[in-house]
């Protein structure tokens, strides 16, 4: 997988999974795919599209961001957390706050950003 084909895969999550959050929600979000890949030793695509790991991958019929102008923004916080610190604290998993997934009771609270909670083991 090429540089720029890993960039586009971490966009397009951080676009469908958090595209109306503020730029440290984004950047969060892209920092736990970040994480992921490394920890599994995964490309990005292999971590964004692992079954059932990321909603808009099974509930979406198209993967085209329909917002260009919110793509572009993405993008950035996708430039920024790959120029900064890990501020997610080595967190790979992530929910809204407005539900409760069963899964969190296994695992360490790190933060919120945005409207998502953050977790490690």
Request: proline share 4%; aromatic share 14%; hydrophobic share 35%.
């Amino acid at each position: 997988m090429t540089l720029l084909e890993g960039i586009l895969w971490l966009t397009l999550n951080v676009y469908h999974e958090a595209r109306s959050e503020p730029q440290i929600g984004q950047v969060a979000v892209a920092q736990v795919t970040l994480n992921r890949a490394q920890n599994n030793n995964m490309s990005i695509k292999e971590v964004v599209r692992q079954p059932y790991q990321f909603s808009w991958t099974f509930q979406k019929e198209s993967y085209l961001p329909e917002d260009p102008e919110a793509f572009f923004r993405c993008m950035h916080s996708v430039y920024v957390a790959l120029q900064t610190q890990d501020l997610t604290s080595g967190s790979t998993y992530y929910h809204l706050d407005k539900i409760n997934p069963f899964w969190t009771s296994e695992l360490n609270y790190v933060n919120q950003f945005g409207s998502h909670k953050f977790y490690k083991k």
